[in-house]
């Protein structure tokens, strides 16, 4: 990774459109989106080539996460932010009778994700392509019917978003409704939406935690106490919200289920 500014990925409905000149261009929501996968592409444009056998040491839970997952046959998971598609990988061996799909800002880490999945011959049960957090659209990416997604994981990803909790209310928005058992049909299980990102390191040393948090400052990634604290609350609007840490507190993990 190359130290980069953060980007604000927020602005995702157009403004209100002004008159263009030199000093005052016009920012539309496509040309602010364009700037996320440039400075995405950047980022990733080399680093991608060791990215896997560099982020096996510190992006940690990963495993635990897509263990906890237990993906049932048939069911739809996407990973958003999916990058190398690592974890898509790991997650199609493990559950070889579910449907992976992952999306990402960066057309460079797309590549990388794709020649993975060729190789390891999952080319039928993964699904990849561009797309954004906080907007994307799984019918018209994938093809998938509205209401049937089962489960979507963000690993280490909401620590790179800026609009981390339009991106989650995005995702919550997405997921399949738990429903009743009807005279003409058995009740159906909610979907959920599953977490890993950095956690506040509280059992580990000041220093270690002050340096962490430097360096992953310099590349764009943030760690978000605010994250867990809105996923509590959840629970206030009907989702059952479920929080872990591990390794003295390196990570958090969540999941919410609706
Ligand atoms: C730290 S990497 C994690 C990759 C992967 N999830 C993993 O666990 O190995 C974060 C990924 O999020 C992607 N990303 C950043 N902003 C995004 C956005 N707004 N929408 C979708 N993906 C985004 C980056 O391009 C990058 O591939």
């Not at 990803?157 to 997921?175: F, N, R, V």
């Not at 009743?180 to 270690?208: C, M, N, R, Y």
Request: some cysteine; overall charge positive; glycine content about 6%.
């Amino acid at each position: 990774m190359q130290p980069q500014r953060q980007f604000d990925h927020s602005h995702t409905t157009p403004p209100t459109p002004v008159t263009p000149s030199s000093d005052h261009p016009i920012i539309r929501s496509s040309d602010h989106l364009n700037d996320v996968t440039r400075a995405m592409n950047n980022m990733y444009r080399y680093t991608r080539y060791v990215y896997d056998a560099s982020r096996k040491y510190y992006l940690l839970g990963r495993d635990r996460m897509i263990n906890e997952l237990r993906a049932r046959p048939g069911e739809i998971v996407i990973e958003v932010g999916c990058g190398t598609a690592r974890n898509l990988i790991q997650m199609a061996r493990l559950y070889p009778q579910a449907k992976f799909y992952g999306l990402d800002a960066s057309e460079e880490m797309l590549k990388t994700a794709q020649e993975s999945i060729d190789r390891a011959g999952l080319t039928d049960q993964i699904k990849i392509a561009h797309g954004f957090a906080q907007n994307f659209d799984p019918a018209a990416m994938f093809d998938i019917a509205p209401g049937s997604i089962d489960k979507i994981v963000f690993s280490y990803a909401l620590s790179m978003i800026p609009p981390w909790q339009e991106s989650l209310d995005h995702a919550l928005t997405l997921i399949k409704p738990a429903l009743p058992a009807t005279p003409a049909g058995p009740a159906q299980v909610g979907g959920s939406v599953h977490i890993v990102d950095f956690g506040s390191q509280e059992g580990l040393p000041k220093w270690f935690r002050a340096f962490l948090f430097w360096w992953l400052d310099l590349f764009g990634v943030h760690f978000r106490p605010e994250l867990p604290v809105y996923v509590r609350t959840l629970s206030s609007k009907n989702f059952k919200p479920m929080i872990t840490t591990g390794l003295k507190g390196y990570y958090w993990l969540a999941e919410i289920r609706r």
